[in-house]
């Protein structure tokens, strides 16, 4: 298989850490001064769900690669 066989847990482990570190950064450190028409804080509702969709990516290509 092109570059092993762990090919796709990996790229889905990166995909999942990206949403999560840069949704939890976005939280913490918001624009000082954001432009016209973008907003001061990214939408916790939507945030949250971001994390938690990236977690379960990270959980589920970790249990992919272990098994």
């Known amino acids: 298989m ?8 990996l ?3 990166a995909l999942g850490g990206a949403m999560v570190v840069g949704t939890v950064m976005a939280l913490l450190r918001p624009q000082d001064h954001p432009g ?3 907003l001061v804080r990214p939408p916790l ?3 949250v769900m971001m994390i938690a969709i990236g977690l379960v990516a990270v959980v589920w290509s970790l249990a ?4």
């Open 45 to 47: 509702a939507r945030s």
């Open 2 to 9: 092109f570059l092993g066989e762990d090919l796709l847990p």
């Open 36 to 38: 016209e028409g973008e």
């Open 64 to 67: 992919s690669l272990v098994s």
């Open 11 to 13: 790229l889905l482990m």
